[in-house]
Nanobody, 114 residues
């Protein structure tokens, strides 16, 4: 069965960096993987995604600061640089199968202090 497990969250000062990881396991092949985040009291916000081709998309709010990547083991990464307090959120990894099925991790907390 598919399982996604995020790691790498924590507390960081504004201007600092964090690297999130999402370990994917299971018997399916993912068409795309990506990240969402949910800040306190706000709606879920899409952050970034990467397709099998390696093509990537980013939300305007993180473009130029965050970089999404994946390796051959389908481990997903989100390198977050120049972090701002408004980046504070729970970050969720997701993966989309060829049949349209979506899978989600449980999230990892990122807190950026000023």
């Amino acid at each position: 069965q598919v399982q996604l497990v995020e790691s790498g969250g924590g507390l960081v000062q504004a201007g600092g960096s964090l690297r999130l990881s999402c370990a994917a396991s299971g018997s399916i092949s993912f068409n795309a993987m990506g990240w969402y985040r949910r800040a306190p009291g706000k709606q879920r916000e899409w952050v970034a995604k990467i397709f099998k081709s390696g093509s990537t998309n980013y939300a305007d709010s993180v473009k130029g600061r965050f970089t999404i990547s994946r390796d051959a083991k389908s481990t997903l990464y989100l390198q977050m640089n120049s972090l701002k307090p408004e980046d504070t959120a729970v970050y969720y990894c997701y993966a989309t199968n060829a049949d349209g099925s979506d899978y989600w991790g449980q999230g990892t907390q990122v807190t950026v202090s000023s």
